[in-house]
């Protein structure tokens, strides 16, 4: 390894992957806006004020774990963890390959770990509260999450004609935070798009707004200052003290969605099963 690569500043070279030219940062194309962000901040906040001063050669396994001890201790949330933690390694795994490093850096260190302990399963009436916790279209966001597994930005999105059948709606895309615009879904190609069971009690309260409000091409939920435009994130965020983004968190990443997945396995094909008896479980 050259001699050069190991006394060359940690700092420098964070720093050149931040810079919008860097090679680096161009092979980050793949990722939509939201995540460009995520990364920015990261580098900025977490990977450049820990690392600017090290050197090359003073990178090991052992300061990495280091770093994600000093994270839990300033009790830094888990998903900032693992987001500085994945930026660490995909640019210290780039550097290996450009052969700063003959050993990988990262070989061996665990990863930040979710803490089950945090996880809460809503009960009936948590559930019938939060869908009832705000205004028309907080709770219509609610309904889509509880009853559809919607993440936040695929409920902005909620259009019409995308239930396809009474008992399936069609996901096809979401409203991305960063650019304020519908976009892909997150982890899928431009067109491609996911069908979910459909609740009844989901399918009335969809076309109950839709009846209230009217729709514009379909879409349901508007900008309140220009209904060409799609209603944005902070219009809804926060309801009687209850996040949107708690909300996900809650009612669609880590219940809901996963029992879809869990259904969709025991009953391919079957999904208007799924509806049917999530129907029932979900009535409050």
């Known amino acids: 390894m050259a001699t050069t690569g190991l006394t060359r500043g940690m700092g420098s070279f964070f720093k050149e992957c931040e810079h919008p030219e860097s090679r680096w940062l161009k092979g980050q194309r793949h990722q939509g806006p939201a995540s ?10 977490h990977l450049l004020p820990t690392f600017g001063s090290r050197r090359m050669g003073t990178f090991d396994h052992k300061v990495v774990e ?4 000093t994270m839990e201790r300033n009790g830094v949330g888990l998903a900032a963890q693992t987001h500085a933690f994945v930026r660490l390694k995909t640019i210290l795994l780039d550097a290996h390959r450009l052969g700063l490093y003959e050993d990988n850096p990262v070989d061996g260190v665990q990863p930040p770990q979710y803490d089950p302990k945090r996880a809460v399963i809503p ?19 609610a309904e889509l999450m509880s009853g559809c597994g919607l993440r936040n930005g695929e409920a902005l999105a909620v259009n019409v004609d995308n239930i396809v059948a009474d008992d399936v709606y ?38 109950h707004y839709a009846d209230t409000y009217g729709t ?19 219009t809804i965020d926060n309801h009687r003290g209850i996040p949107i983004t708690d909300v996900a968190e809650w009612m669609g990443h880590r219940s809901i969605e996963i029992t879809f997945k869990t259904y969709r396995h025991l009953m391919p094909g079957s999904i208007g099963k799924a509806a049917k008896i999530f129907d029932l479980g979900l009535a409050a």
């Open 36 to 45: 460009l962000r995520m990364l920015e901040s990261t580098l900025k906040h």
């Open 66 to 69: 280091a770093f994600i001890e």
């Open 123 to 141: 009960s009936l009436a948590q559930l019938q509260g939060i869908r009832t916790a705000g205004d028309d279209a907080f709770n219509l966001v």
């Open 170 to 207: 069609r996901i096809t895309e979401q409203v991305n935070q960063t650019t304020k615009t519908y976009a892909r879904l997150k982890h899928r190609k431009a067109g491609e798009y996911r069908d979910v069971p459909l609740p009844a009690r989901t399918k009335q309260a969809i076309e």
């Open 216 to 234: 514009v091409e379909g879409y349901l939920l508007r900008n309140p200052k220009d209904i060409t435009l799609p209603m944005p994130h902070h």
